[in-house]
């Protein structure tokens, strides 16, 4: 058996060989009538045809024959059985070709084609109109080509489904020959065998007649000749694609075309001792252009597409398999992928130089290659894509491993499920092997593996999940899956051993990095750490069943918590998770990570528990700072951080909590401590909108420490001006509340430092301000309780706001003008009661003030100079003081005796306007009911345009007629033209009024 030295991976190996006795063996042939069977013609140049039948193994038995080396010769005699032999001529058999679909052989010996059945039972066929024929090339139809002729019949034209057949693009008719005979022939031409056939420097594109084989000696091997095509050099290769016909001569490659017959060249060689090889690759129907050591893959137009192969010889042999190019020289075969050109692959025959056939199946995808040379033939199969696959992945050969299954993906030889499992197996071997970020990147790109596969890497059996991890060993290349810990241990331990047996000088899979810098455990396990985290966080937002989304973010957790990224872990607890709290609580809780705790808590709805572990958390916050992202210092613009401590963070976190509760007992129990801590977040919980029913406010107010007085009247606030409380009682206590705030800052402050530092951020004004507008805006509180808090004191402002709530107008008055001396506010008081009578008590007032003062003269003054018109002049005159000074009596008098005699005047000329008003409309009244309208026999209606003759008719405002029929269907505040005259009436300008 043929010895074999792979360089990558193994995609043939050598399954039996045959021997031929004292014949010398010069052309091969391959055909498969049944998955399990091939037959191997072989030519000789003697002129003899052997037929070989090859058994091949089943699926399951196929990586049985991987120790082919070890079996004797009756092992090979079992599976490659010769079968009999038929003499063809005295001369070499150049070349043999199958035609399985007529079950035929072509086989080229002497000059002459010569015709065989598939058994070799029947006689030999020799066709004696052609003659000197040296190569002989098959039609072939790739799938691109749209054509379906399924007989072409001379001088028919032979329809062709889809498109024009061969024959009538050829030219069709009676121009054929059928065996050289002249004369049409109604001979159908078999489309399944239409071959060009090369004589000398000529091609003779020629139809097979006839596939009975009953009738096999009457009508089979009968030729037509459907053109000639002339070369410029004698033919010594050609293949045929569809239309085009490549020849290979001495000189160069040419193209020619079977339908014009016209020929061009595509290469011409270099060196006149290069010799011209052509292989079509059947799988895509590309063709192979050999020159010298150069294979060049062409279409069927001879135009290059991709790269090129580069051989490490002149071949003598070059076959297809799969998506390999298999090329024969110097004793050995080589396998080239053919997008890359890389060779795969090198088998040795233990033979020198020599004469080398090689051939394939029909299509470039079977299982067999075979081999001959002068005297031997070798039989490979290609070893299957899965076992190729783990021969690579037991040689650590991950790369080639990934590129054999992407590019078997590409070719369709392989589904996106076993692409999947590679990458996954690759991973679980790479983290064995201790590369964790190499394996989660495997891992992350086979779309069929379960994120539970991992899971007994973090946490050991048995486990919650233990059933969900599928029991999964894909090709048993790797140990099951264990803790990471164990996995690194062993790891390290197999590193050692490696170490020593390289220094006994024996070979080890270990990687050669880790021999010569071996790794550190704590390395590795943050390592594997971080990456299996990067795989969760990928799988964390895929599509997972439920029980498989709560291992993933809870050990997603226990992976954070073990690197004590403590950002991470809060933000997988604040956010949407699927964690599984009982697993994670005494966790958390013994590692101190509380506030991970009480995210994860409130995220499953357990706020009662979040809202205790965020108090424990404010309690034993003795020291230690927090920053706040959402408060950033706008008051400079650095944007810096403000610095909170850890107790008002706390607080924060149960306040966003409580802001979104209705449970009022639960609130309620927690608004003390964050009181405690700040007022603001205290105010936030109770006045929150985002809760779906409000709290109780009497209970609320009950609950509240009396001395935080701050909160309270907040509260208050919110229910009365933002949520239209009016119950009485919470009025007055509001009212009540202020007032004593005011009482109590009133004259130690200055009003624009009434807002103590609490309240600064709690309230937008004064306290003062505050009582003010409430006392003014509100009815519903006791008036005389809050009267009552004030009497004594200086609030006078308040005190007239109270008066006035109470009617006491005098009172109001007097604090207005004499406390306040506010001489606006009096006279706007005094509008307001709107009584005359109001602005003299207001004018006694100030020439009579109270508790000692002085006359207020000039505010006397400036009430009559603003509002003299509307006072009796008898009645000022008699309250005038008689201290009051000459020329401020005088001035007041002559100013109102003025607006007196002005206000007269303006009363006689309004009077007189008016009279001239009514005089000029009823003038106008009079002109229209004057107006005369004259009717004859030819006026016609403006609407109906009838003619009116003695008809009733109206006339609008615009002097628009119609008749009295129409005037009731218009009415009579709308004319024919269309304008209201209610909405847009007529004005005619008269004497005095002209719009």
């Given at each position: 058996?043929?010895?074999?030295?792979?360089?990558?991976?193994?995609?043939?190996?050598?399954?039996?060989?045959?021997?031929?006795?004292?014949?010398?063996?010069?052309?091969?042939?391959?055909?498969?009538?049944?998955?399990?069977?091939?037959?191997?013609?072989?030519?000789?140049?003697?002129?003899?045809?052997?037929?070989?039948?090859?058994?091949?193994?089943?699926?399951?038995?196929?990586?049985?024959?991987?120790?082919?080396?070890?079996?004797?010769?009756?092992?090979?005699?079992?599976?490659?059985?010769?079968?009999?032999?038929?003499?063809?001529?005295?001369?070499?058999?150049?070349?043999?070709?199958?035609?399985?679909?007529?079950?035929?052989?072509?086989?080229?010996?002497?000059?002459?084609?010569?015709?065989?059945?598939?058994?070799?039972?029947?006689?030999?066929?020799?066709?004696?109109?052609?003659?000197?024929?040296?190569?002989?090339?098959?039609?072939?139809?790739?799938?691109?080509?749209?054509?379906?002729?399924?007989?072409?019949?001379?001088?028919?034209?032979?329809?062709?489904?889809?498109?024009?057949?061969?024959?009538?693009?050829?030219?069709?008719?009676?121009?054929?020959?059928v065996n050289g005979g002249g004369g049409g022939s109604d001979l159908p031409i078999d489309d399944d065998c239409v071959f060009a056939a090369a004589v000398g420097k000529k091609l003779i594109l020629v139809g097979l007649v006839g596939r009975d084989n009953e009738?096999?000696?009457?009508?089979?091997?009968?030729?037509?000749?459907?053109?000639?095509?002339?070369?410029?050099?004698?033919?010594?290769?050609?293949?045929?694609?569809?239309?085009?016909?490549?020849?290979?001569?001495?000189?160069?490659?040419?193209?020619?075309?079977?339908?014009?017959?016209?020929?061009?060249?595509?290469?011409?060689?270099?060196?006149?001792?290069?010799?011209?090889?052509?292989?079509?690759?059947?799988?895509?129907?590309?063709?192979?252009?050999?020159?010298?050591?150069?294979?060049?893959?062409?279409?069927?137009?001879?135009?290059?597409?991709?790269?090129?192969?580069?051989?490490?010889?002149?071949?003598?042999?070059?076959?297809?398999?799969?998506?390999?190019?298999?090329?024969?020289?110097?004793?050995?075969?080589?396998?080239?992928?053919?997008?890359?050109?890389?060779?795969?692959?090198?088998?040795?025959f233990g033979e020198g130089s020599g004469y080398y056939a090689v051939t394939d199946d029909e299509d470039g995808t079977g299982k067999v290659m075979v081999v001959a040379t002068s005297s031997k033939v070798m039989c490979y199969l290609k070893v299957p894509f899965?076992?190729?696959?783990?021969?690579?992945?037991?040689?650590?050969?991950?790369?080639?491993?990934?590129?054999?299954?992407?590019?078997?993906?590409?070719?369709?030889?392989?589904?996106?499920?076993?692409?999947?499992?590679?990458?996954?197996?690759?991973?679980?071997?790479?983290?064995?092997?201790?590369?964790?970020?190499?394996?989660?990147?495997?891992?992350?790109?086979?779309?069929?593996?379960?994120?539970?596969?991992?899971?007994?890497?973090?946490?050991?059996?048995?486990?919650?999940?233990?059933?969900?991890?599928?029991?999964?060993?894909?090709?048993?290349?790797?140990?099951?899956?264990?803790?990471?810990?164990?996995?690194?241990?062993?790891?390290?331990?197999?590193?050692?051993?490696?170490?020593?047996?390289?220094?006994?000088?024996?070979?080890?899979?270990?990687?050669?990095?880790?021999?010569?810098?071996?790794?550190?455990?704590?390395?590795?396990?943050?390592?594997?750490?971080?990456?299996?985290?990067?795989?969760?966080?990928?799988?964390?937002?895929?599509?997972?069943?439920?029980?498989?989304?709560?291992?993933?973010?809870?050990?997603?957790?226990?992976?954070?918590?073990?690197?004590?990224?403590?950002?991470?872990?809060?933000?997988?607890?604040?956010?949407?998770?699927?964690?599984?709290?009982?697993?994670?609580?005494?966790?958390?809780?013994?590692?101190?990570?509380?506030?991970?705790?009480?995210?994860?808590?409130?995220?499953?709805?357990?706020?009662?528990?979040?809202?205790?572990?965020?108090?424990?958390?404010?309690?034993?916050?003795?020291?230690?700072?927090?920053?706040?992202?959402?408060?950033?210092?706008?008051?400079?613009?650095?944007?810096?951080?403000?610095?909170?401590?850890?107790?008002?963070?706390?607080?924060?976190?149960?306040?966003?909590?409580?802001?979104?509760?209705?449970?009022?007992?639960?609130?309620?129990?927690?608004?003390?401590?964050?009181?405690?801590?700040?007022?603001?977040?205290?105010?936030?919980?109770?006045?929150?909108?985002?809760?779906?029913?409000?709290?109780?406010?009497?209970?609320?107010?009950?609950?509240?420490?009396?001395?935080?007085?701050?909160?309270?009247?907040?509260?208050?606030?919110?229910?009365?001006?933002?949520?239209?409380?009016?119950?009485?009682?919470?009025?007055?206590?509001?009212?009540?509340?202020?007032?004593?705030?005011?009482?109590?800052?009133?004259?130690?402050?200055?009003?624009?430092?009434?807002?103590?530092?609490?309240?600064?951020?709690?309230?937008?004004?004064?306290?003062?301000?505050?009582?003010?507008?409430?006392?003014?805006?509100?009815?519903?509180?006791?008036?005389?309780?809050?009267?009552?808090?004030?009497?004594?004191?200086?609030?006078?402002?308040?005190?007239?706001?109270?008066?006035?709530?109470?009617?006491?107008?005098?009172?109001?008055?007097?604090?207005?003008?004499?406390?306040?001396?506010?001489?606006?506010?009096?006279?706007?008081?005094?509008?307001?009661?709107?009584?005359?009578?109001?602005?003299?008590?207001?004018?006694?007032?100030?020439?009579?003030?109270?508790?000692?003062?002085?006359?207020?003269?000039?505010?006397?003054?400036?009430l009559l100079h603003n509002h003299g018109e509307s006072l009796d002049p008898l009645q000022v005159l008699e309250r005038l003081s008689p201290n009051m000074p000459l020329h401020l009596a005088s001035d007041t008098i002559l100013r109102m005796l003025r607006a007196?005699?002005?206000?007269?005047?303006?009363?006689?000329?309004?009077?007189?306007?008016?009279?001239?008003?009514?005089?000029?409309?009823?003038?106008?009244?009079?002109?229209?009911?004057?107006?005369?309208?004259?009717?004859?026999?030819?006026?016609?209606?403006?609407?109906?345009?009838?003619?009116?003759?003695?008809?009733?008719?109206?006339?609008?405002?615009?002097?628009?007629?119609?008749?009295?029929?129409?005037?009731?269907?218009?009415?009579?505040?709308?004319?024919?033209?269309?304008?209201?005259?209610?909405?847009?009436?007529?004005?005619?300008?008269?004497?005095?009024?002209?719009?």
């Amino acid at each position: 058996m043929a010895k074999t030295h792979i360089k990558s991976r193994t995609i043939l190996e050598p399954f039996a060989q045959f021997n031929p006795s004292s014949a010398s063996i010069r052309s091969l042939a391959l055909f498969s009538p049944s998955n399990f069977q091939t037959l191997i013609y072989i030519g000789t140049a003697s002129g003899k045809l052997l037929l070989l039948s090859l058994q091949q193994p089943s699926s399951d038995s196929s990586s049985s024959s991987s120790n082919n080396n070890n079996e004797n010769n009756n092992g090979s005699q079992e599976k490659l059985k010769f079968v009999r032999h038929v003499v063809i001529s005295d001369c070499a058999v150049e070349s043999i070709h199958v035609f399985g679909e007529i079950e035929k052989l072509l086989v080229v010996s002497d000059g002459f084609i010569h015709f065989l059945d598939l058994e070799l039972v029947k006689s030999v066929k020799k066709i004696g109109v052609l003659k000197g024929v040296s190569v002989v090339g098959r039609r072939l139809r790739s799938n691109n080509l749209n054509e379906g002729f399924s007989k072409l019949t001379v001088g028919g034209g032979g329809d062709a489904i889809g498109g024009s057949s061969l024959l009538q693009r050829l030219g069709g008719g009676g121009g054929g020959r059928v065996n050289g005979g002249g004369g049409g022939s109604d001979l159908p031409i078999d489309d399944d065998c239409v071959f060009a056939a090369a004589v000398g420097k000529k091609l003779i594109l020629v139809g097979l007649v006839g596939r009975d084989n009953e009738n096999y000696d009457s009508v089979a091997g009968s030729l037509v000749t459907l053109r000639e095509i002339p070369c410029v050099d004698v033919v010594k290769d050609l293949v045929w694609v569809d239309d085009s016909i490549v020849v290979g001569c001495s000189s160069g490659y040419y193209l020619c075309s079977c339908v014009t017959g016209q020929c061009g060249l595509i290469f011409s060689f270099p060196d006149v001792s290069s010799v011209p090889w052509l292989k079509v690759l059947k799988r895509d129907y590309k063709i192979l252009i050999l020159v010298d050591n150069v294979g060049i893959i062409a279409d069927s137009h001879g135009q290059p597409l991709g790269g090129s192969l580069v051989f490490h010889g002149s071949p003598d042999g070059v076959g297809e398999m799969g998506s390999c190019v298999v090329a024969v020289h110097g004793g050995k075969m080589e396998l080239y992928v053919k997008k890359s050109g890389k060779c795969v692959q090198k088998i040795l025959f233990g033979e020198g130089s020599g004469y080398y056939a090689v051939t394939d199946d029909e299509d470039g995808t079977g299982k067999v290659m075979v081999v001959a040379t002068s005297s031997k033939v070798m039989c490979y199969l290609k070893v299957p894509f899965e076992e190729q696959m783990k021969d690579l992945l037991r040689k650590k050969d991950f790369k080639e491993a990934i590129s054999l299954a992407e590019e078997l993906h590409e070719d369709g030889e392989v589904t996106k499920e076993t692409l999947s499992l590679v990458h996954a197996q690759v991973g679980f071997l790479l983290m064995f092997d201790l590369h964790f970020e190499e394996a989660i990147n495997h891992f992350l790109q086979s779309e069929t593996m379960q994120p539970s596969e991992i899971f007994p890497f973090i946490m050991p059996d048995p486990n919650r999940w233990s059933l969900l991890v599928p029991k999964n060993r894909y090709w048993g290349l790797h140990p099951p899956p264990a803790p990471l810990e164990s996995v690194i241990d062993n790891g390290l331990m197999a590193i050692q051993r490696a170490v020593f047996l390289k220094k006994a000088g024996l070979e080890t899979a270990v990687d050669d990095e880790f021999l010569l810098n071996p790794p550190n455990r704590d390395d590795l396990l943050d390592s594997a750490l971080k990456n299996l985290i990067r795989y969760l966080k990928v799988s964390h937002e895929k599509d997972l069943t439920s029980s498989v989304k709560e291992g993933v973010d809870t050990l997603l957790m226990y992976l954070y918590r073990a690197l004590n990224l403590v950002d991470e872990m809060e933000n997988l607890a604040s956010s949407e998770n699927w964690c599984i709290v009982e697993e994670l609580e005494t966790l958390l809780n013994d590692s101190g990570h509380l506030r991970t705790l009480a995210f994860l808590c409130e995220s499953k709805g357990m706020s009662s528990k979040a809202l205790a572990i965020w108090r424990i958390l404010a309690r034993n916050y003795s020291s230690g700072y927090w920053v706040d992202p959402a408060k950033t210092n706008e008051e400079n613009g650095s944007g810096l951080n403000i610095i909170i401590s850890g107790k008002e963070n706390a607080a924060t976190e149960a306040t966003r909590i409580l802001e979104e509760l209705s449970d009022q007992d639960l609130i309620l129990q927690h608004l003390g401590w964050i009181a405690d801590i700040n007022n603001i977040l205290a105010v936030r919980v109770l006045t929150s909108e985002k809760r779906s029913h409000q709290l109780l406010p009497d209970e609320v107010i009950a609950a509240i420490d009396p001395k935080k007085t701050e909160i309270i009247q907040r509260y208050l606030q919110w229910l009365i001006e933002d949520q239209g409380l009016d119950e009485p009682e919470f009025h007055t206590l509001y009212a009540r509340l202020l007032t004593k705030s005011a009482l109590e800052t009133y004259g130690t402050e200055s009003p624009s430092e009434q807002i103590n530092g609490s309240d600064r951020s709690i309230f937008q004004s004064p306290v003062r301000e505050r009582l003010q507008v409430f006392l003014q805006s509100s009815d519903l509180y006791d008036r005389e309780e809050v009267l009552d808090m004030i009497e004594e004191s200086e609030l006078w402002l308040e005190k007239a706001i109270l008066y006035r709530k109470l009617g006491q107008e005098t009172l109001v008055l007097q604090i207005l003008a004499v406390k306040l001396e506010d001489s606006d506010a009096a006279e706007h008081y005094c509008a307001e009661i709107g009584r005359p009578d109001a602005y003299m008590q207001l004018l006694d007032i100030y020439l009579n003030p109270t508790d000692g003062k002085k006359p207020m003269f000039k505010a006397a003054v400036r009430l009559l100079h603003n509002h003299g018109e509307s006072l009796d002049p008898l009645q000022v005159l008699e309250r005038l003081s008689p201290n009051m000074p000459l020329h401020l009596a005088s001035d007041t008098i002559l100013r109102m005796l003025r607006a007196r005699l002005h206000h007269h005047y303006q009363g006689q000329v309004v009077h007189n306007l008016s009279r001239a008003v009514n005089l000029d409309a009823k003038l106008a009244r009079l002109e229209e009911r004057s107006r005369l309208v004259q009717i004859n026999d030819e006026s016609l209606c403006d609407s109906c345009h009838a003619r009116l003759g003695t008809k009733l008719f109206a006339m609008y405002p615009d002097d628009t007629i119609v008749c009295y029929k129409c005037y009731r269907r218009q009415g009579g505040s709308t004319s024919v033209t269309g304008r209201d005259f209610n909405t847009d009436p007529v004005f005619k300008p008269g004497w005095l009024v002209t719009e």
